[in-house]
Every structure is written in structure tokens, then in C-alpha cells.
């Protein structure tokens, strides 16, 4: 991509951006690649710690500042969300005051500052990348300890009323168009622009023929993502002949004892990014559920671009485009029936020439920094 941007742009991180291995970090990260790729510099602004964050991410920034949460009772003790007020960080206010340049706020997490008055010179662009506080409500549901399900709840009201502050924001970026549909509700004076998540992906990798196991992946430590991955092993893989790989971040050690139950299913925790593609390239089908129907599900883009098969409920889909290349269960029965369909069908070469159709089109990362950064200097 020609270099065609030579301004200076604000990037405030909630967390680490490396390694991309979560959805909103994932976002992040591709998206500080594909700006610097069009030729923006970039001054961030990182949540996190160590020295091989600035390693890693060396060629990308101008600047680079990192900063402590301000994580315990503290930060909990407020009607401000707790994942906000412990990213109270005064330097960052300081250091964002040293210039004009625009600022994008990455989640909701990292808006503390957005109506502050010294930094009413700033063009502010708030990234979402979920309606927090539906995504919270649904952490509290899918929790199974009381204390979580508590904070959940507290931290979903908190976020509910925090949301108003995006009424500061100059222009939002959404991540789906159902967000975008309730955002535009919520501020209808606001300037609201639906941009897919970034990736990475610069091509379709999918394998053709066959694999010989169905795989499911996701953080979990996430109490959705348990949820499912303890729905599909019990009441779909049970009872089902094949082989199933469950994959993920710090899974918990009840749904590790309960993946030892089954004789046919594995669970591998926290494999390397190289081992999660290498899952996912070589699983025959790629199973993706969810109780979440906002932001839009990184882990679906990466398999539509990697993996064979991919079979989803309606809510992953939600506010994407992406129907015309996932195969689609409503329910248990559903499920397996798809599963054992999909089981016997080859993923050919057709598919993936529909796939790269498809995904360069709506989510090519280059294409969308471009938006992006048109919107923010033109």
C-alpha cells in the first residue's frame, strides 16, 4: 500500500497490543500495522508492561509511553467502571496535552479523559469494539461463581451510564452494524462509522480436503467462552463419534477435568499463536457459538480466513455480512446434524475462491486504515 499519510495520530491502547492473542488486542494491533503501512505516524499509548512490548512493536510508533493500571479496591470503590477509573492514569492526560494531533480512545476502557477540557483541541475518535455494558450483563449470566456474577452485574450498571460520555467523542468507529445501528439510537448527532475489526489476514489460507477433528477456540478464561466450550462438550461432542480439540487462554481447571471425561475430546492450553493457526488450518470443522450478539467475533474473521469448514449459531453473525460463508445451527439437534454432514463434504477449492471474494472486498485491513485515516485528516 503507497504511503499517502504523513500526519500524526494518538493511539490509546486499553491493553497490551502483543502478542495479538484476544479479540480487541487482535483489533488493535493489525490496526496500528495497517496505519503505519499508509504511511501514518503513530504515537502510542499502552496499558502494559516489558521490555518486549517495546521490542515487538519498535518499528510502528514515534513514541511510546506505558502506563500502570491502577487495579484494587481502589479503583473499584466508584460509580465509574472499574476497567475505566483503573486506567486513571494522570501521565497519560500530561502526555496527550503535548500536542494537537487526534486521539483515538481503543474501548470504552480507556475514555476516562475524553471530556476533559485540556484536551478540547483534539479531533477524539473512540474505537468500539463491543456495547460493553451487554457484554458485561452477559458475563454476569454466563458466570458460575457468585462473586463474579456481582461484579459483572455491578460493572455492567457502571458501564451503562458511563456510555454517555461518548457524546465527547468526535467520531466513532463500530466494529458491527448492529452497534452501529444502536449507537446512532443512543447519539443521533454524533458521526458514527461501521469499520470491521483488524485482522491481519492478507489472504485466504484455508486447505482444501479433509480434516479429521472439529475444534473449538477462544479465551477461556472468558466465562462465555467456557460456557460454550462446556455446552459443546457435553451436550454435542458426547455424543458424537469425532474427535474434538478445545483451544484457548487459561482455560479453568473444572472445564480442564471436565474435557478428561471424554475420551474424544482434548483440551490444549494456552498454545502459541503459530499452534492455534496450525488448529485451526488442520481441523475439518471449526465450531463457533456465542451467547454475544455485539462487536464483531475476530476468532470468526481469522477462521474464515484460515480454517475449512466453519459452523456458527445466528448470534456470532450478528451485524457482519459474513452468512454466505459459514454454515448455520440454531440449536443442540442442529448442531450435530451439521456437524455430521460437514464431517463427509471436502472443503474445496470453490469455497475458498467465494472466501477470498468475499473477505477482501469487506475486510481488507489496508482498504479499511484507509478509511480510517481519511476520515480522521480529510
Known amino acids: 500500500m503507497q504511503n499517502t499519510y504523513n500526519n500524526i495520530l494518538h493511539i490509546v491502547s486499553f491493553d497490551t497490543p502483543y502478542p495479538p492473542n484476544y479479540g480487541g488486542v487482535i483489533d488493535v494491533f493489525y490496526k496500528i500495522k495497517a496505519f503505519k503501512r499508509a504511511g501514518a505516524k503513530l504515537i502510542l499509548h499502552i496499558f502494559g508492561q516489558g521490555q518486549e512490548l517495546l521490542d515487538e512493536l519498535k518499528e510502528y ?18 460509580t465509574i467502571p472499574y476497567i475505566v477509573n483503573s486506567r486513571r492514569q494522570p501521565d497519560l492526560l500530561k502526555n496527550l496535552m503535548n500536542d494537537d494531533w487526534p486521539i483515538v480512545f481503543e474501548g470504552l476502557h480507556t475514555t ?54 461518548l457524546k465527547y467523542a468526535d467520531l466513532i468507529l463500530t466494529v458491527s ?29 484455508s486447505k482444501i480436503g479433509f480434516g479429521d477433528y472439529a475444534l473449538y477456540h477462544g479465551k477461556l478464561s472468558v466465562p462465555e467462552n467456557n460456557q460454550a466450550a462446556r455446552f459443546l462438550i457435553q451436550k454435542v461432542f458426547a455424543e458424537l463419534p469425532y474427535r474434538f480439540v478445545v483451544a484457548g487462554m487459561n482455560p479453568e481447571k473444572g472445564l480442564i477435568k471436565l474435557a478428561q471425561n471424554y475420551p474424544n475430546v482434548e483440551l490444549i492450553a494456552n498454545p502459541s499463536s503459530q499452534e492455534m493457526d496450525k488448529l485451526i488450518e488442520e481441523a475439518q470443522v471449526n465450531v463457533l457459538i456465542t451467547q454475544q450478539a455485539t462487536g464483531l467475533k475476530l476468532k470468526l474473521l481469522n477462521t474464515l480466513f484460515k480454517g475449512r469448514h466453519c459452523l456458527v449459531n445466528e448470534k456470532m453473525l450478528t451485524g457482519t455480512n459474513l452468512h454466505p460463508l459459514c454454515h448455520i445451527a440454531y440449536h443442540k439437534k442442529s448442531l450435530k446434524e451439521k456437524i455430521i454432514e460437514l464431517f463427509q463434504i471436502p472443503f474445496s477449492a470453490d469455497e475458498i475462491e467465494k472466501r477470498m471474494h468475499h473477505l477482501n472486498h469487506f475486510y481488507s485491513d489496508d482498504e479499511n486504515a484507509k478509511k480510517i485515516l481519511d476520515l480522521i485528516f480529510k
Open 61 to 78: 510508533y514515534e513514541q511510546i509511553y506505558i502506563y500502570e493500571r491502577n487495579t484494587g479496591m481502589g479503583s473499584q470503590l466508584s
Open 112 to 165: 476516562y479523559y475524553l471530556d476533559h477540557p485540556f484536551l478540547k483541541n483534539h479531533l477524539k475518535i473512540y474505537r468500539e469494539s463491543n456495547i460493553e455494558h451487554h457484554y458485561y450483563w452477559q458475563l454476569a449470566l454466563a458466570s458460575r461463581k457468585i462473586i463474579d456474577k456481582i461484579f459483572f452485574g455491578i460493572e455492567a450498571a457502571r458501564l451503562y451510564q458511563w456510555q454517555n460520555q
Open 177 to 205: 452494524e448492529n452497534d452501529s445501528q444502536y449507537l446512532k439510537k443512543k447519539f443521533p448527532h454524533q458521526q458514527i462509522e461501521c469499520i470491521p475489526s483488524f485482522h491481519g489476514n492478507q489472504e485466504v489460507s
